[in-house]
């Protein structure tokens, strides 16, 4: 039987917290997010939202494609877009594809993000501190509030930013799509 998304995100979710030593109880401390869900996410009852997904970056001070990445495999330098790990938080209207390979060696990733009209993602913190961001939008007007500094983007824009605070994704009546380049 194969394994969908939502378990191998669980299993991997379960893998680190457990490489660390953290309890449910410690993590769901840590980062903000009910014991509880924290569970029902490790048991694949539910498929986290930006928001946690966020959270637990943070606490374990990597990026959102690191916990996303399948188990590290040798590199490859070309993944086909068949290939490439898409996750989606439907009650947010937001789809993220790590379009790099996967590679722990490596420090620049490109992933491709879709935010559904009338949408806003918040972080209440980097994954990160100082993480170097380009975000190039492709489409739409895109919101980005950096600290208490928002900025309209419109297509073909691109922000160039370090990360050490809380941020915010938002939509107004068309989606946005962009890709943001991760150093």
Request: proline share 6%; aromatic share 6%.
């Amino acid at each position: 039987m194969q394994t969908t998304l939502n378990e191998r995100l669980a299993e991997r979710l379960r893998q680190i917290r457990v490489s660390r030593g953290w309890s449910l109880e410690a993590l769901a401390e840590k980062s903000s997010v009910s014991r509880s869900t924290l569970s029902r996410i490790e048991n694949a009852e539910v498929s986290p939202t930006a928001e946690t997904l966020g959270s637990l970056s943070s606490v374990y001070q990597m990026s959102i494609s690191q916990l996303l990445a399948p188990i590290e495999t040798p590199f490859s330098p070309l993944v086909r877009r068949g290939e490439q790990t898409q996750w989606s938080d439907p009650d947010n209207g937001f789809t993220r594809r790590i379009v790099s390979p996967p590679s722990g060696g490596l420090s620049a990733e490109v992933v491709q993000c879709a935010l559904a009209p009338n949408q806003r993602i918040s972080y209440s913190a980097p994954s990160v501190a100082g993480h170097e961001h380009h975000l190039v939008l492709l489409s739409g007007i895109l919101a980005v509030t950096l600290g208490d500094e928002t900025r309209v983007l419109e297509a073909g824009d691109c922000l160039r930013y370090q990360l050490y605070g809380p941020s915010r994704f938002q939509t107004g009546d068309q989606p946005a799509s962009y890709l943001i380049v991760l150093v």
